[in-house]
């Protein structure tokens, strides 16, 4: 059996209790990296603060590893109870959909143990979650690669009202350039997007484009560390918040559309006037 | 402090350590009745698999007691822990947000734990979460009252090729007709509705309409008891699953849009040709 189990977005005290009983009874437990491991007690050195907790030896697999051994896993599955930890819920905002795929393929079992993800946490802010549009993507802009198929999503779902939550993008085990044209991977530190950039690049598409779909006064959500215990949930122009520093990732940022009374008395508890103590925690 | 705790979907093996060691440390302990309380072990009699897990009293709150007495949960909140516990997330299909609202006004320290919500469990069907498009909802028709303003949403998120997610009926307390002439409340019995009645009013709304917004041939996925041990999920055209005994509340639908190849496979796995032992469980 393949045991696919969420650990939701703070730290390790964020596991279900069905997760933690399936974990303990998995001979080999593997983790994904390579979305962000950042507050459960990861370092490089170990794993040691979930492995205390479980009670045995946690494999880092990132994602070239699930890639390239995911027929390892799927025979270990065959075998014996295989756990793979995912930070969020297993389909949240990164999927593993082609892992769960082949073990279905192969004929294992596969179970999934949901949890939180960003998708439905940002509900926190008090936006209604069936009022969002279709979810975007912003990545790291380049000199030569500037993509930005997000702007006329965001204006389609602004024109029906509708909210639209940005994920900012992660770029953790990248193969560096020069490396690669060296034959020989090596890999760039890790880059997570900040609610600034994110901004920054969002104002500069606006600019290039011009169909006025948001602009420097649009109300938005930025999100630092969702579903952590030190959480951030700021309210307040794109202006604004570009001038906030929400300190270490992970970061995320919902664009807000028509509002209902409710929705605007909640964010009016999350303005950039409050500090960040005020703000929802 | 008020805490407002997910349960999850599934049972009472689905709290998280972080909501557990909350609830043990409140005082007082509410938990709503209002959308579904049907696999936590919950009966008239009262709650025992809860209460024994927590060890202590609980508060069944209906949606009644919640708005007529929400001062008094905030006042005692004033005075030491209460923890509101809610099946799913605290932000998702249903929301919470106006006892959180009147808590904040009151000076009150909310902490909300997060869980799964059917908002980002259904994507166990492989369907990519962004890609879908605005939720809508399906009420009961009446023979005066046949709303039916999901229609045009549904046709934009297919224009758009974005999935749709349903969220079907529930109907709990309602107060009856009858009863309420007579100036005495009285309960009409839980109703919660089905794949195939939704289906039904879907397609009579497609045929009233004439839009071509779907039709019985459009592929769907139906869910039934979502993040259950007996879950079902199985993808097939309306008309398929309208045939389909889903058993048991809770039942949601998601209309798919255009898909990508892996979704396409992941779907595969869970065709109507399939019995239910074969469908993702």
Redesign the interface.
């Known amino acids: 059996m393949l045991y696919i189990i ?1 650990l ?3 730290d ?7 997760g ?2 399936a974990v303990k009874k998995c001979e080999k437990v593997y983790i994904e990296a390579y979305t962000s491991l950042l507050s459960f007690g990861l370092s490089s050195n170990g794993l040691s603060t979930l492995e205390e907790l479980y009670g045995k030896m946690i494999t880092l697999a990132d994602r070239e590893m699930v890639e390239e051994r995911a027929d390892v896993i799927i025979s270990e599955a065959r075998d014996f109870d295989v756990a793979f930890l995912v930070v969020g ?5 990164t ?1 593993h ?2 892992l ?2 082949r073990a ?1 393929q192969s004929g294992i079992n ?3 143990v ?4 960003v ?3 940002i ?2 802010c ?1 936006l ?10 912003v990545p790291f802009f380049t000199e030569t690669w500037r993509p930005d198929s997000f702007y006329e999503k965001i204006q ?1 779902n602004r024109t ?1 009202g ?1 909210h639209t939550l940005c ?1 900012l993008d992660i770029r953790v085990k990248e193969p560096s350039l020069a490396s690669l044209c060296r034959g020989r991977k090596q890999y760039e530190p890790p880059r997570y997007m900040t609610i600034s950039t994110a901004i920054e690049q969002l104002l500069e598409v606006e600019q290039a484009r011009g169909a006025f779909a948001y602009g420097e006064d649009t109300t938005c959500v930025g999100f630092a560390r969702l ?1 952590s215990e030190d959480q951030i949930v700021v309210a307040g122009s794109m202006k604004q918040l570009q001038a906030i520093d929400f300190g270490p990732p992970l970061h995320c940022l919902v664009i807000v559309g028509k509002t209902h009374p ?2 605007d ?2 964010l009016g ?1 999350l303005t950039t006037k409050e500090t960040s103590d005020h703000a ?2």
Chains 1, 2 share one sequence.
């Not at 819920?89 to 905002?93: E, H, K, L, Q, R």
């Not at 209604?128 to 993507?137: D, I, K, N």
């Open positions: 969420g939701g977005l703070g390790e005290k964020d596991i279900t209790l069905r933690l009983e819920d297993p389909f949240g905002a999927t959909t082609d769960v795929v279905k596969v179970k999934v949901h949890n939180a993800s998708m439905n946490a509900g926190l008090g209604q979650l069936y009022r969002y549009g279709e979810t975007v993507s389609r029906l509708l994920l579903g409710v929705e008395e909640m508890f929802l925690q």
